[in-house]
């Protein structure tokens, strides 16, 4: 750990900073036990891994690759299956494939995977029909029916979001180590419903160049990329829920300091990114990689002492600014935010999230994003950063390979009417298959292309 975080800083000195968001749980001894029998169980990821992908992240940081994160706003411990975790790993390899061959940079692929539990919400309390329970946090806190015992907070479920996480990742290693995401084979990562989808035949076309130019250099240099090519994909999720990241938090043999071993990708969310929080407190003294949410209320100097507090040694790969203004804001806000880190020479990945400031409800009360302002907000990113001589590292997007309705527009032109039709998130809505891709092809064509030989 660099020396000046190192000095003061412990797995629980979050405890003593004031800690939003956070369940109260009825019984202290169920909530050590839980966590007790958390703090014994194997790691999910290791620090070879955290490692590799921060030095993957310092790539995107000089402008030679490009961060593609994307999946549920929230996972539930039910949808921990075969079809969504297969749909999800394809649709965001297809769109990472779609963005290799516009951009010619590698693409480095992070799931909002394998642990995205926990959610931030704008009050403690709902009330409905006169009875005020504990507002639904996310499946590893409580559970979404309204009756008492559901919303009562779980300790229990810290340990079955660990053991979903678990399942999930380990049929995402098998995937990938087994040939899933061999090149030869992309027809493995074809969704059967999207044969219809407007971005298909852009896509299978794509595909067949790349498939042939494979194996033309495969002949030419008489090799078989298949062993010297290693897909990888990444996991990510908000540490919300302190006293969970806590038990994940560890030494390992040979390294200094302390990982998050409960996920790669660890993030701030915008709620909880309070420089005197206990969130900003926790992620300081980790050596994974760390995402924070910037808003609209975001200042300059603020954002400058976030980065200066959680990456002191200023590390290359170690801070994604994960900026998320809405489409009318953006303009606003960005610049200021860039120059002021500018100023400074703060080693940043500048990534958009277009989704999370472009959330509204329709007249009927459904909670919802149009595709419109979604690319609006990207567009205007990729202007911002290029005026200001700064490269749009990533993208953060909700999706799903899912055929749902939760998003309005694309090219398939999901209308209000058919929100109700395919809608499943219990949080916020997500991008589809046909509007994920389209948005891949519209963030290829932005990007700046690259010209050197990586
Ligand atoms: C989220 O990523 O699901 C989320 C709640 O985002 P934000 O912190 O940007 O509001
Ligand atoms: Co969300």
Excluded at 304 to 309: A, D, F, N, P
């Amino acid at each position: 750990m660099p020396k000046s975080n190192a000095e003061s800083w412990q797995p629980n000195s979050w405890q003593s900073k004031p800690a939003t968001q956070q369940p109260v749980y009825a019984n202290a001894q169920a909530l050590e036990s839980a966590l007790q029998r958390l703090r014994r169980l194997p790691p999910l990821v290791t620090s070879w891994e955290i490692e590799s992908l921060k030095n993957q992240l310092s790539d995107v940081q000089r402008g030679n690759s490009f961060l593609l994160q994307g999946g549920d706003c929230s996972e539930n411990l039910e949808d921990c299956s075969t079809d969504a975790i297969v749909r999800n790993l394809k649709v965001l390899m297809q769109m990472s494939f779609v963005l290799i061959h516009g951009s010619m940079r590698r693409v480095v692929r992070v799931g909002r995977i394998a642990g995205q539990y926990a959610k931030p919400r704008s009050s403690d309390f709902e009330t409905r029909n006169e009875l005020t329970l504990p507002v639904y946090r996310g499946d590893i806190v409580n559970r979404s029916e309204f009756t008492t015992a559901d919303r009562e907070p779980n300790p229990e479920l810290m340990l079955r979001g660990y053991e979903r996480a678990a399942l999930t990742l380990n049929f995402i290693r098998s995937l990938i180590g087994g040939g899933f995401a061999d090149l030869h084979h992309p027809e493995n990562w074809e969704l059967d419903f999207a044969t219809n989808s407007s971005r298909a035949s852009d896509y299978r076309a794509m595909v067949q160049s790349i498939t042939q130019s494979l194996k033309f250099m495969e002949v030419v240099l008489s090799t078989n990329f298949r062993e010297s090519y290693g897909v990888d994909i990444f996991t990510s999720h908000e540490a919300l829920l302190l006293s969970y990241e806590e038990a994940q938090t560890r030494g390992v043999p040979r390294r200094p300091g302390y990982y998050n071993l409960g996920t790669h990708m660890p993030w701030i969310g915008y709620r909880t990114n309070d420089l005197q929080g206990a969130h900003v407190e926790y992620v300081r003294g980790i050596q994974n990689p760390i995402g924070i949410k910037v808003g609209p209320q975001t200042s300059s100097q603020q954002l400058v002492e976030l980065c200066r507090t959680i990456n002191p040694e200023n590390e290359p790969g170690k801070i994604i600014l994960i900026h998320r203004f809405g489409h009318k804001q953006i303009d606003g806000v960005l610049p200021n935010l860039i120059a002021g880190v500018q100023q400074q020479k703060l080693p940043i990945v500048w990534c958009c999230d277009p989704m999370h400031g472009n959330t509204f409800m329709t007249s009927s009360g459904i909670k919802t994003r149009s595709f419109e302002n979604v690319f609006s907000e990207l567009v205007s990113a990729f202007d911002i950063h290029r005026d200001a001589g700064t490269y749009l590292g990533g993208v953060h997007l909700e999706l799903t390979g899912d055929n749902v309705t939760e998003c309005l527009g694309g090219a398939s032109e999901v209308a209000e009417l058919d929100l109700t039709r395919a809608y499943k998130s219990t949080v916020d809505p997500r991008l589809n298959y046909d509007q994920a891709m389209e948005l891949a092809f519209l963030i290829a064509s932005k990007m700046p292309k690259s010209t050197t030989r990586k």
